[in-house]
C-alpha cells in the first residue's frame, strides 16, 4: 500500500504545474524554449541567437522516414524563400552530441544548423514525444505554428509565408 502511495504522490507531482514552473514551454504566440545546444561542429550555440529573422525549427531523428521526405521539402523551400530572410534549422533528438548530428547531416545532405537535442529538458520543453515536428517561430520571436505530423509542399511553404509575413 505504501508503494501505490508514493507513486501516486510521484505522478501528481509529475503532472502538477510546479514540477514545471522552472522550465520554459512551447506556447503558440508566446517565444520559443530556448537552450543552448551542440551543433555538428561541436560548438554550443544559444538558440534565441539564431531567432534574428523568422525561422523553422525542424526536430527529426535518424530512423525516420518522413523525415527524410520533409529534408528535401526543407531545401526547396530555403532556395524559394532564401536565407537572408528565413532560418531553417534541425534538431536531432536522436543525438547527444556532434557525432550523430554530423552523420545524420552528411547521409541526408541536410544543409542546415542542426543541433544534438538528445535531452530530456528540451524534449519536454518542445513537447517532442514523436517526429517530424516543426515549429515556425515568426519576425517576433513567438511561435506562430506547430506542425507535429507530416507535412506537404504547399502546407509548408503556407505556413513559411505567414511567419515572413507575405
Given amino acids: 500500500m505504501k508503494i501505490i502511495r508514493y507513486l501516486l504522490v510521484f505522478f501528481v507531482f509529475l503532472l502538477s504545474p510546479f ?30 541567437d539564431l531567432l534574428d529573422k523568422p525561422a523553422v525549427i525542424y526536430f527529426t531523428h535518424n530512423a525516420c522516414h518522413y523525415c527524410t521526405q520533409i529534408i528535401a521539402m526543407l531545401k526547396r523551400a530555403d532556395k524559394k524563400f532564401g536565407r537572408e530572410d528565413l532560418r531553417i534549422m534541425g534538431v536531432n533528438v536522436m543525438a547527444k552530441d ?8 552528411e547521409e541526408l545532405g ?9 535531452r ?36 509548408l511553404e ?8 507575405q
Fill in 19 to 48: 514540477s514545471d514552473a522552472y522550465s520554459a514551454k512551447l506556447v503558440v504566440g508566446e517565444p520559443p524554449p530556448t537552450f543552448t545546444l551542440i551543433d555538428e561542429n561541436g560548438k554550443k550555440v544559444n538558440f534565441d
Fill in 120 to 155: 530530456s529538458d528540451v524534449l519536454k520543453a518542445y513537447k517532442i514525444y514523436y517526429v517530424p515536428k516543426l515549429i515556425f517561430i515568426d519576425r517576433d520571436k513567438k511561435v506562430s505554428k506547430v506542425v507535429g505530423h507530416y507535412i506537404h509542399q504547399p502546407e
Fill in 158 to 165: 503556407a505556413n513559411i509565408k505567414e511567419i515572413m509575413g
Fill in 98 to 105: 556532434q557525432r550523430l548530428v554530423h552523420a545524420y547531416k
Fill in 110 to 118: 541536410f544543409i542546415f544548423p542542426m543541433f544534438a537535442g538528445n
